[in-house]
């Protein structure tokens, strides 16, 4: 079925240092992909997306890498605060789906400070 | 402004019954979808609404429908509840229905405990 998948359910940095979450999508076939972040009793939150005829962008602080070849997405955070723990998840868009959002399960991510 | 509200934000209730989410979309936006997401997993796809109609449904089971009212609210039923359907669950409006580059913006959710 369709899937998007994470590598690493947990992940732990120290504040400052960098933060890398992979994501493993399954269909060659999706359009657009979207990282999101959600913290403790709330929906998630909109970060960064890439489509898919580009392979990177950046942001403030982070910055997606897509690579169709091995169809795998990250999701690199610069200089990690407390403030970015959460749960990260990556989703895919297709076209023929439209609005639907299709996520992977989560990566927890704790900043030790 | 406000973003998209949800309401209640708890409920429990016990198998057999049904249960009614409501859903209301940042001022402006005409598409409301729903989620399900069970403890420890991402969001799934329930149902996309736009102008009132459905314009997408995800592999749930016929127990659950929803509907969009003239004023781009929206209500969530699930009947017969099972224990399964224990989740937070999560409505997003955005701008528009159709295309995959509309920014979907999320609720705070409302978590069903079902007993």
């Known amino acids: 079925g369709e899937s998007v998948g994470l590598h690493l359910p947990t992940l732990s940095v120290q504040e400052g240092d960098n933060s890398i979450i992979n994501c493993a999508y399954s269909n060659s076939a999706s359009d657009y992909f979207i990282w999101y972040k959600q913290e403790s009793g709330k929906g998630p939150q909109f970060i960064i997306d890439?489509?898919?005829?580009?392979d990177k962008r950046q942001g403030q602080r982070v910055t997606v890498l897509l690579n169709k070849t091995v169809k795998h997405l990250s999701l690199q955070i610069a200089a990690t605060q407390p403030g970015d723990s959460a749960v990260y998840f990556c989703?895919?868009?297709?076209?023929?789906?439209?609005?639907?959002?299709?996520f992977g399960a989560g990566t927890i991510l704790r900043v030790k400070s | 402004d406000a973003g998209v509200t949800q309401s209640p934000t708890h409920l429990i209730k016990t198998r057999g019954q049904h249960v009614t989410l409501r859903c209301s979309p940042i001022?402006?936006?005409?598409?409301v979808s729903w989620y399900q997401q069970v403890l420890g997993q991402g969001p799934q796809f329930i149902f996309q609404?736009?102008?009132?109609?459905?314009?997408g449904r995800g592999n749930f089971p016929d127990r659950f429908s929803a509907r969009q009212f003239p004023n781009y609210s929206s209500e969530l039923n699930v009947n017969a509840l099972l224990l399964g359907d224990s989740a937070l669950y999560l409505c997003?409006?955005?701008?528009?229905?159709?295309?995959?580059?509309?920014?979907?913006?999320f609720g705070p959710g409302t978590r069903l405990t079902v007993l």
């Open positions: 997003a409006s955005s701008l528009a229905g159709q295309g995959i580059y509309n920014e979907q913006f």
């Open positions: 989703a895919e868009k297709r076209w023929e789906y439209g609005n639907k959002l299709v």
């Open positions: 609404y736009y102008e009132k109609e459905e314009r």
């Open positions: 890439i489509r898919s005829n580009m």
């Open positions: 001022s402006g936006h005409k598409s």
